[in-house]
């Protein structure tokens, strides 16, 4: 079992805080807020804790559950506080028009995150392609990427403790082309497929 | 049934050539080796003809199965013989290391195939997100895109025919993405997951 930290006290820092909860993780949450992180502390159970907005985090994963542009200055922010730390970026840097990414360049807030983290720590992205409604009772296929075998079979480990299935597509670079998944997957949302009530994922051979 | 025009004669048009005969479409070949046509014409059999590369094809769905810096040129050298016709890219514009596009600009095969298109012909982008032994045996989820809703409507009626799930993403501009899920694809491939013998797609909410 993995012991994880959240930052963030929002919709998504409660549905992965309870899985994670229900998969037996050890979880604290971290709020600029902290009446709302003592509230979500309490929600989530567990053992739940929280801890100061900035400063170093007790769990080896760090998820960062806030809205994408607020990723890389929170990553800043916290700064030396994340050495060593797995960083997990969840998000989804949606256009104004939902149909690309709010970036023009081919990047990602998971690659710029990286950029912005102390030495020793490593970014890996993952959950953007599942809507929230299927994180929180669902069994999807959770896509990652990331540049560091250990931060990723750290992330797949605790993927699996969720009941979920994680597929590695490579390196961080291709957090790029994640969030383009995650744009496809909004795209089919918007045209008839399901009601955010499904992931991407992939399909075996199925003859 | 639709009738198919298949611009090509690899391993590409031999597969879809083969699923749209065992779906009751009428398919003809058109090679620019008149040879290779005929010789696909053949080994696919169920009534397939063939046609001299460049000139009107009779199939209302024309798909165009050639590598994917050979799909733009191939549009404009058939010109106004491509007038009224739905073109079908199935490309995946790779670059030299597949962790990329081979275009550096947020475009795709699909949208420059549209601007080489004449009046009245409509681009839809469809079946790059599945790999090629599945598209010959298996029954897919298949990721559509394109402006026009009839195209699209005569596209996915096709896509069933095989035996495979259309799935609407949205516009044209979403090949782009669709095409960066190709790059997602390949780099599950190359990371562990399958053998080429599976495909890019959803799953429904399972608890």
Redesign the interface.
Known sequence: MSSISIIGTGNMARTIGARAIAGGNTVEVMGRDESKAADLAKALGGGTTTREWGTAPAGDIVIVALLHDGVVPAVTQYGDALAGKVIVDISNPFNPTF??LAH?E?TSVAQEAAKAAPAGASVVKAFNTVFR??LE?????V?I?GDHAQAKASVEAFIKSLGMRP?????L??A???E??G??TV??A?????NL???????????
Do not use: C, S, Y
Request: net charge negative; no cysteine; hydrophobic share 40%.
């Open positions: 149909d690309g023009g081919e409604q299927v009772k669902g069994r999807p296929d896509f990427a597929l590695d597509v490579g390196g670079k291709m790029h082309w994640l383009g998944a744009v496809v795209g089919l918007n045209h008839g497929v399901g009530d499904f992931a991407l994922g992939i399909t075996e051979l199925r003859a």
